[in-house]
C-alpha cells in the first residue's frame, strides 16, 4: 500500500488571547497535528479592533474589581510576555480577520477549541469565519468547539445554523453545544476533550525559589466572600499557602502576576490543590489529577458545569451554601478513579473522531 501523504493543516481558534487556557488548547492541538506527522501551523488572523479589546481586557482583567496602578506595570510584562510566547507557536502567514481570501490554501482547517461559536463573545461574537466562511480548505472539521455562555434555549436563528453546514465533521466539548448544533441542523455531534486535558503538553520545565514549599493554586478573580474564607481557612488548617497567578487576589499568601504561559504550566502541575473559578483552573487540575474545588460563576456556569458533568466531577463544584465538608474534601482528597476512568474513555473517543477526520482527508487527496 502506498503511505499516505501528510496533510497542509490550518488551526483556526483564539490563539493571541492573553490567557493561560487559550494559549494551551492551542498550542496542544496544533502540535498534536504535527506529531501525527502532518504540516499544521494556526492561521495567524489579526485584526486592530480585537487587538485592542483583548489589551485592554488583559491590563484590566479583574473588573469590575478595580485595578491598583501599580498592577499595570506588572499586567504590562506578563502581556509582553504572552507576545513572546505566541511567537513560539507555528503560525501561518498573517491575513486579516475580515479577509481570509488573504490566507494560504490547505487540505484542512480544524476550526476550535476555545468558545469559536460563542455569538455573545465580547469581540469574536458572530465572525463569520469560526463559522467556516471563507476559509480556504478542502475540508473544514471542528474539534471541541464551544459556544461559551451561549445557551441552548436562545437558539441559533437560520443564519448560524446554515453556516454549520459547511463543516465537513463536528465534535464540540460539551452538551451545551452538542445540543445548540443537533438542534439547530439535526446533526449529533461527538463530545471530545479540551486539548488541554487530550493532548500532550510540551512546557518548558523550570525551578522556582517561590515554589519550594506545597502551596495552593488561586487561579481566577472575583470570588465570592465565602469561598475566600474557606480557602483561608483551608490554608491556615493544612498549613498551605496560597499563590494566585495572573491576576491579583490581595486575601492571599502571594500573588504572581507577571506568569507566563510556562510558569502557570509548571505551578498548576506543582499545586498541592486548586481553588480556581475558572474553566481552564478546573482542566488544569484534572490533567494533574490535582484535588480542587470551583466556584461556579454565571459567566462561565455554562462551561464549567458542563465540563464537570461530562467527566463526573460535580462534588467539585461549589456554590453559595455548599458545606464546609465538601470544600475540604474537594481540596484534599485525591482526584477519584472513576473520574479518571471517565478522561481515559473520552481521550480514546476523542482519538478516533480525530483519527477518523484526518484519514478521510488523507484518501481524498492521495
Not at 33 to 56: C, F, M, P
Not at 219 to 237: L, P
Request: hydrophobic share 35%; with cysteine; charged share 20%.
Amino acid at each position: 500500500m502506498n503511505q499516505l501523504r501528510p496533510l497542509n493543516i490550518g488551526v483556526l481558534t483564539f490563539h493571541r488571547c492573553i490567557n493561560y487556557g487559550s494559549y494551551w488548547q492551542a498550542r496542544c492541538l496544533v502540535e498534536d497535528l504535527i506529531a501525527r506527522g502532518h504540516n499544521a501551523t494556526i492561521l495567524d488572523h489579526y485584526s486592530a479592533r480585537v487587538n485592542i479589546a483583548e489589551w485592554k481586557c488583559a491590563f484590566r482583567p479583574t473588573l469590575p474589581e478595580p485595578v491598583p496602578e501599580t498592577d499595570y506595570p506588572l499586567y504590562r510584562q506578563k502581556i509582553s510576555q504572552f507576545f513572546q510566547a505566541f511567537e513560539e507557536l507555528p503560525l501561518s502567514r498573517k491575513f486579516k480577520l475580515n479577509q481570509p481570501n488573504e490566507m494560504e490554501d490547505y487540505d484542512m482547517i480544524v476550526v476550535g477549541s476555545d468558545e469559536v461559536w460563542n455569538l455573545f463573545h465580547a469581540w469574536y461574537g458572530k465572525c463569520p469565519l469560526f463559522f467556516g466562511d471563507g476559509l480556504r480548505a478542502e475540508t473544514i472539521i471542528a474539534y471541541a468547539a464551544s459556544f461559551g455562555n451561549y445557551p441552548v434555549a436562545w437558539g441559533l436563528g437560520e443564519e448560524w445554523a446554515n453556516r454549520l453546514y459547511n463543516f465537513d465533521a463536528i465534535s464540540v466539548r460539551s452538551e451545551n453545544a452538542q445540543l445548540n448544533v443537533k438542534n439547530a441542523t439535526g446533526i449529533d455531534p461527538e463530545i471530545v476533550l479540551d486539548p488541554c486535558l487530550q493532548f500532550q503538553m510540551n512546557f518548558n520545565k523550570r525551578s522556582y525559589k517561590n515554589l519550594q514549599e506545597p502551596y495552593i493554586a488561586v487561579y481566577g478573580h472575583n470570588f465570592s466572600d465565602s469561598f475566600i474564607e474557606r480557602t483561608k481557612d483551608f490554608s491556615i488548617a493544612t498549613k498551605t499557602r496560597t499563590i494566585s497567578i495572573g491576576y491579583r487576589n490581595d486575601w492571599a499568601d502571594e500573588n504572581w502576576l507577571v506568569a507566563d504561559p510556562h510558569d502557570f504550566a509548571n505551578f498548576m502541575e506543582g499545586a498541592q490543590a486548586v481553588a480556581t473559578n475558572f474553566f481552564h483552573g478546573c482542566i488544569f487540575s484534572l490533567r494533574n489529577e490535582k484535588p480542587f474545588v470551583c466556584e461556579i460563576t454565571p459567566y462561565r456556569s455554562q462551561k464549567i458545569e458542563g465540563l464537570m458533568h461530562l467527566v463526573g466531577a460535580e462534588t467539585h463544584l461549589v456554590r453559595e451554601g455548599s458545606g464546609v465538608e465538601d470544600f475540604y474534601n474537594g481540596m484534599s482528597e485525591p482526584l477519584q478513579g472513576r473520574i479518571i476512568q471517565k478522561l481515559n474513555d473520552l481521550r480514546e473517543t476523542s482519538n478516533e473522531y480525530l483519527d477518523s477526520a484526518l484519514g478521510t482527508q488523507q484518501h481524498r487527496v492521495a
